[in-house]
């Protein structure tokens, strides 16, 4: 007010903790990370128990990161990954501090990337007592001499601090033999879940003494099938689930594991295990009829017989993933959709699934639908009546919806899953080139002024006798074909109707419209202003400007990851109006746009501070030497991708 005395107002009274911390409980975790900066209150409000469960730390190896773990001994539980571990000082001094600092208040450990020592994690396990979580996938530096636990004593001490651990993950390891196998194994007496995905398994021959598996009692050299069974036997009580992803686990070898008695597993994951046919599936559902996870993408061998084995004999399914699966038909599908715990059906590239049995299984059902997600990536043979069918089927649950490269899907899809799908939080198009405007828009496509070329006269044609005799005009290919226009009276005309334009999925996370060539300024500027979304993809479309960009930014305040690559309208102008709206973008893709300069990046660096990721490969304009400059005005800057036309990678 005019003429008031600015330091005889009162001060705002500070809000009790509690109602604070009741406040942004109503907020999702990206918009609490942002009201987290306002002041230290608020920052403590966020730090609340009820908002830390199940946080997990990620970092590199580094003299930084000491402090950062002193930090962290103030938390109650914790977990860490922590990458780029070796045998120096510096890493075995990080690892001796986790385990002074964080040692009986971590619950997951995972070193990806690492070649830790067996001393430097020997001093490091017995301290880690609380730990359910063990990940040592790809350490090979542990396993290769085959002296990991040789001793009593250091067995004894690990026995003892992991006892409670229900998680080990193995996967990729090349040197795992029987024997490292049944020191660390016999360590953790009450596993639930065990990885050996990718890892050298003998199922049924022994390479290295050229006779069978099961001949030597425990083998120093490799893996055996009769070794993990006994541990499966011994662990039956616990174990829920398995994964022998990569590996050539043939048929008899899977049922011996699946006939162990009394166990009972929840999740198998055997994904891209080539030996697998559809009798073996069949084995392993008469045994497991338990099973609520099941991956077998990737195996090739398989058919619809498998499919209606696993519908018959799996009640309790929840997620499959059939994806790669080549060989697989409709027969079946109708049975399995009929499951009622099904959640999650992953059929990607299966290019034989049209949809039909699915539309008839989930039609004669007579309860409510629970299917969540649904895969239907690369399915040449779904069409339009598929789509609106399964989107008035499954609109009250779906939740997660890929039609990537399904060439058959045109506007009245689109038109269908915003009509009926308003709980959808992923929607993925990408390469669905039959989309346009008018599909986003709601809009059914009026003709345009000019004449339509399938209406006039023009002349002679091809036909299957004659080819190109150099006068005939060779027919327009489609990926030649303009889009038609959408005119602003188009647009006032939106603006004014109720219709089914993709604006009704208000609860969208995730939009991916790549390579869908025939979307222009007129769609993107006018229907993607989701506040929530935070991953969005428009790569691939030759047609968009600086418009779309700076539109986007404006209404989708969210976005932590943005792909633009190969967009040739978009320019500096674009990211100047776009890059202040976009404080929280993490991820951010710019590759083959020839007209971003390095204008564009020190735009970027001084709105988008919390970059992990930029891809500025094959901008001719921008230089080296400004790509160093911003990684050192950038925090969180991890990996910039600056590739020349020429093809030198110049990756950071």
Partial sequence: MEGSDEEDSPEAPELPLEILVYMLGFLPTSDRKEASLVCRSWYIASLDLRFQKNVTFCFPASASSLELVRGLGRRSRCSLIISQLDGFSLSRSLLMEVGLCLGPKLDSLALPGSSVSEASLLALLPRLTSLRRLDLRGLDSLFMSGAFLSK?????????????????DLSNLRYLSDLTFNRLTGCTPRLRRLSLAGCHIAFEFDPYRGCPVGTVEVSSALLSLRNVRKLVTEQTATLVALDFSRTSITHESLRSIAQVKGLALEELCLQSCKELTDYSVAVLVKHQSSLQRLDLSGC??????????????????????????????ETGLEDLVSVSSLKSLDLS???LVGGTEM???????????????????????IRDEAVFSLTQLLGNTLRHLDLTSCANVTDLSVRAIASYLHGLVVLRLC???????????GMVETSACELDEEKEDQGPRFTRTFGNMGFFKPPRLPFQERPKMVTQDHLERFKQQSGASLLALRRLRELNLSACCKLTDSSITQVVRYPDLQHLSLSMLPEITDASLSDVARHCRSLTS??????????????AQAAPHLPRLQHLDLSACNNITDKSLFLLAQHCKRLKTLDVSMCNSVSGTTVDLIQSQLPFLENVHYKLHSGTDLTL
């Fill in 349 to 351: 590239e299966c290019p």
């Fill in 562 to 575: 943005l792909d633009l690559s190969y967009c040739a309208h978009i320019s500096d102008h674009g990211v």
């Fill in 152 to 168: 009593e004593e250091h067995r004894r001490q690990v026995r003892s601090a992991l006892s409670g651990l229900e998680e080990l």
């Fill in 300 to 329: 090739t061998e398989l058919t619809s017989r498998a499919v209606l084995a696993i519908a018959q004999g799996l009640n309790s399914l929840t997620h499959l993933s059939l994806s790669c699966d080549w060989r697989i038909t």
């Fill in 359 to 381: 539309v008839n299984g989930l039609s004669r059902r007579t309860e409510r639908t629970q299917l969540e997600k649904l895969h239907l990536r690369s399915c040449m043979y």
């Fill in 431 to 441: 390469d669905c080139k039959e989309v346009t405007d008018w599909g986003l828009l």
